[in-house]
């Protein structure tokens, strides 16, 4: 079983920046694969950034550029840098893990991006 906690989210003005944090329990983090995907209201949740086990990342178009997805196996936590925030990323973000058919989820952090 896994566990995920999200953090980082919260008010930010258009251009700003934030990383968002999800930490995962247990012994088998480095064997995940990884991704965040966002749900703004009204919306479908959408993936935008992916990271394999060994490392090889991967971004919706419409993030490219501005957000870096990464882990650190040692502290067992994936990161997601956003940059130049737009008022169109306000949205709650979740970490996704997938071992095998296995998916975890976690409950999400909410980025809102306004002046």
């Known amino acids: 079983q896994v566990q995920l906690v999200e953090s980082g989210g919260g008010l930010v003005q258009p251009g700003g920046s934030l990383r968002l944090s999800c930490a995962a329990s247990?012994?088998?983090?480095?064997?995940?694969?990884l991704g965040w995907y966002r749900q703004a209201p009204g919306k479908q949740r959408e993936w935008v950034a992916g990271?394999?086990?060994?490392?090889?990342?991967n971004y919706a178009d419409s993030v490219k550029g501005r957000f870096t997805i990464s882990r650190d196996n040692a502290k067992n936590t994936v990161y997601l840098q956003i940059d130049s925030l737009k008022p169109e990323d306000t949205a709650a973000y979740s970490c996704?893990?997938?071992?095998?058919?296995?998916?975890?989820w976690g409950q999400g952090t909410q980025v809102t991006v306004s002046s």
């Open positions: 990271i394999t086990s060994g490392g090889s990342t």
């Open positions: 247990g012994s088998i983090f480095s064997s995940l694969a």
């Open positions: 996704k893990a997938n071992l095998g058919f296995q998916v975890y």
